[in-house]
């Protein structure tokens, strides 16, 4: 089974531009989420979409945005850039949307490397 | 709002010697626990978690960890550690009102001398 899947894997923008990430779960899994990598913050929760409805949001600034297709595949957007956006941005998948089930297990994908200058 | 804590922040040990690394979250209603492994240019993996029932939980490559309910602690053991165990630990906290959201610790990086 193949796993999460992300796309581009390495991008590089200019402060202001806009970009988009995009997330292929594995076969099945319902739920998406998004989270943020960097050397100071850590893995920080972007959001969470659950059978194309966002389900949970982090405490970041409406800049990023995200959606879920019916075919589960997610895309996230971030708008106007900053340099503090760079950061590898990591995607998860699971079968279920249901928490504290014995399926909520996330399976992560390889991340989207993102440098701002 | 939940936090996770990871004490340790650079582990520095060499082969056999044993392992324990330390997780605090604050939370206090009921939680889904893990720890996940990040190897060297490779993905988040998932090392164990813990749901429920037995607080000894044992996951990959020899790891484990308890779960100390008074303690608030989810603290990640291994008895000999190897070379290949280098690699960046990560606890994280699920609670049951969040969906799938996960707080992650700040992480624990590893190295293991030959």
């Known amino acids: 089974k193949a796993g999460v899947t992300q796309t581009p894997r390495y991008l590089i923008k200019t402060r202001g531009q806009q970009v988009t990430l995009s997330c292929s779960p594995i076969s099945g899994h319902r739920s998406v989420s998004w989270y943020q990598q960097t050397p100071g913050q850590g893995l920080q929760f972007l959001f969470e979409y659950f059978s194309e409805t966002q389900r949970n949001k982090g405490n970041f600034p409406g800049r990023f945005s995200g959606r879920q297709f019916s075919n589960s595949r997610s895309e996230m957007n971030v708008s106007t850039l900053e340099l503090g956006d760079s950061a590898l941005y990591l995607c998860a998948s699971s079968l279920l949307g249901l928490a504290g089930s014995s399926y909520n297990e996330q399976f992560f994908g390889p991340g989207t490397r993102l440098t701002v200058l | 709002a939940q936090s996770v804590s990871q004490h340790n922040h650079h582990v520095i040990l060499s082969e056999a010697a044993s392992l324990e690394l330390g997780c605090n979250y604050s939370y206090g209603g009921t939680v889904n626990l893990f720890w996940y492994v990040q190897y060297p240019g490779q993905h988040l993996q998932l090392l164990l978690k813990?749901?429920?029932?037995?607080?000894l939980v044992k996951g990959i490559k020899g790891f484990e960890a308890e779960f100390i309910k008074s303690k608030f602690s989810f603290n990640l053991r291994k008895p000999s550690v190897q070379w290949s165990d280098t690699a960046e630990y990560f606890c994280?906290?699920?609670?049951?009102?969040?969906?799938?959201?996960?707080?992650f610790g700040g992480g624990t990086r590893l190295m293991v001398k030959p």
């Open positions: 994280a906290v699920n609670n049951n009102n969040a969906g799938n959201m996960l707080t």
């Open positions: 813990y749901f429920s029932g037995d607080p």
